[in-house]
């Protein structure tokens, strides 16, 4: 799709302020709206960009335009589409910019949403099935033509499924997510929890015999979907294959428009990510990523190990019905996300569209959605130990999630509580996601410290003893160690290193020589103990 097939269609009514046949012939692989003063960071070459301008006011001067048509151009945005709503009318200083940044520049008006540009560019991309030469296909050509007009009009994938099933005489067929979340199902396919869909797509022999096929052989184990029918169908294979490709264009078309609210979901952890960032941008930045401008949030964090984090998040989230969520990937690599519940109605249509399957899906919570923060951290636990079925030879992300957060101020806190999180889940031996409630104990919460603290407080706090290479040091860490965990009883030590009660009372004065600390005091307990944790 180019620039100028935009402005050919009435239901848009894009007026061109800006630009040349030879812009408007560029070629346009995406969307980004953004309301961002400088966007260069989030923006892929050959997207169309959306603003509604409300980074800019009447009384800035002719460089802040200037600013964010320069970014556009560094990026190689395609176009810019100015919304009329903010101001009224695009200003002319953003026309007068674009023309000299070679910019094309079309108006959006007040009744056209971001939201109907999107779909248009993102439905004309999938393209048209039934164009393809009949003799290559096995579907009825009258099923790829509906079919084809099902993804043009943006169908449901129930609906594209039943359609696509319709002629083999409806038996019970599913679309089944790496994990096992049910995508689509036929009428005739009774409801299945997800732990056991996820099983059935890793049967080495299921009993009794059924057909699975993949439904995008590029896309990453976390993001996969499967076309799974239970029984068996008369049906050349090439027929089902094509029933999956409907599906590889669907999902294309989902993932579009997924990376199209990236581009927000992007500029929110911006926001959360300055230290000196105030609260006021918030709201509207949680609004533009389709988040409620009020609490309570959650924030997840996954860490940068898996190449296809951001996949693998957004995956285990869909899960949680009742809610909404935004995620983005970080400049450190990371991958995060903020969690807010869903409006009322919304909760209401999901509990009851996925009331039979969601308590086995949930992990066996009972319920049909998170109705708290400690039912989503339930819901996610208990299904983390799928994301390592869907790639075993990749090590299972960790992850950190925060407490709640009863306002947008109190996001820039949620974030660096699942940091730290995260970063004790990557030194537990057990749980590989770790919840900010979970740091109970005092090793729990230095776990969460990073390695050169850590570092840094053993070696001060423990002085000469920090040299283990001196054995006679390593004889008094370990008398230490063994002092500390028997609560300073001098009898339980002595028993439990085989040392006579006076030789433990001879090693604990020397700790306190060398250390400058004495154990008869509580803090100076805490202080040992805390290093050793660290060493």
């Known amino acids: 799709m180019h620039v100028e097939d935009l402005l050919r269609l009435e239901s848009l009514d894009l007026t061109l302020l800006w630009g040349g046949p030879p812009l408007l012939a560029r070629e346009i692989s995406g969307v980004t709206a953004t309301d961002l003063e400088d966007p260069g960071r989030f923006l892929q070459r050959g997207e169309i960009v959306l603003s509604g301008l409300v980074w800019w006011s009447a009384a800035d001067e002719e460089a802040t335009a200037d600013r964010f048509v320069a ?4 990026a190689g945005a395609a176009a810019l589409l100015a919304g009329e709503e903010t101001h009224g009318r695009v200003p002319d200083v953003l026309v007068d910019a674009c023309r000299r940044h070679d910019i094309a520049l079309l108006s959006v008006p007040v009744h056209t949403s971001f939201r109907a540009v999107t779909d248009t ?4 991309q999938w393209g048209d099935l039934s164009r393809r030469p009949a003799d290559h296909y096995a579907l009825p050509e009258n099923v790829r033509g509906e079919l084809s007009r099902l993804l043009a009009d943006g169908a449901d994938a129930d609906t594209l499924l039943t359609r696509a099933t319709g002629h083999l005489g409806a038996p019970p067929c599913y679309v089944f997510s790496a994990t096992g ?8 396919a009774r409801p299945l929890p997800a732990p056991q869909a996820a099983r059935r797509l890793r ?3 299921p009993s009794p015999p059924s057909t699975t096929l993949r439904v995008d052989p590029d896309a990453s184990p976390y993001g996969q979907w499967f076309l799974h029918l239970p029984e068996a169908v008369d049906a ?3 027929m089902l294959h094509e029933i999956a490709e409907v599906f590889a264009q669907h999902r294309q078309g989902l993932l579009r428009r997924e990376a199209a609210a990236r581009g927000p979901a992007g500029e929110l952890l911006a926001l959360l990510d300055a230290p000196d960032a105030g609260s006021a941008p918030l709201p509207a930045a949680l609004r533009a990523c389709g988040l409620p401008d009020h609490g309570p949030y959650t924030v997840i964090a996954l860490s940068a190990g898996a190449e296809e984090g951001t996949e693998a998040l957004e995956e285990v989230l869909r899960h949680l019905t009742g809610c909404r969520f935004a995620v983005a990937r970080s400049a450190g690599g990371e991958s995060v996300a903020v969690i807010a519940p869903a409006p009322a109605p919304e909760r209401a249509d999901a509990s009851a569209a996925t009331a039979p399957a969601a308590p086995a899906a949930a992990g066996a919570t009972g ?3 998170p109705e708290s923060s400690d039912a989503a951290v339930a819901v996610l636990k208990a299904l983390w130990p799928t994301l390592h079925a869907c790639d075993r030879a990749a090590p299972l992300p960790h992850g950190g999630i925060s407490a709640p957060a009863a306002t947008p101020a109190g996001l820039n806190g949620a974030l660096v509580q699942a940091r730290y999180a995260l970063t004790a889940a990557g030194r537990s031996g057990g749980a590989r996601l770790t919840a900010i409630e979970e740091l109970t104990t005092l090793g729990a919460l230095l776990a969460g410290v990073p390695d050169d603290v850590r570092t840094a407080f053993g070696i001060h706090a423990l002085g000469p003893l920090a040299d283990a290479a001196n054995p006679s040091h390593r ?9 500390l965990t028997h609560n300073g009883s001098w009898a339980r030590t002595a028993e439990a290193l085989h040392l006579h009660v006076n030789t433990v009372h001879y090693r604990i004065q020397r700790v306190e020589l060398l250390t400058g600390r004495d154990l008869a005091r509580l803090d100076h307990k805490l202080d040992l103990k805390a290093a050793l944790l660290c060493r």
Do not use: C, H, I, K
């Open 475 to 483: 004889m008094l860490l370990e008398t230490l160690d063994t002092f």
């Open 181 to 188: 979340r049910t995508v689509a199902r036929t009428p005739a």
């Open 71 to 74: 970014a556009l151009r560094e």
């Open 236 to 238: 050349p294979p090439r």
């Open 121 to 124: 560019v993102y439905l004309r």
């Open 203 to 205: 049967a080495a022999a």
């Open 367 to 369: 319920s049909t959605g």
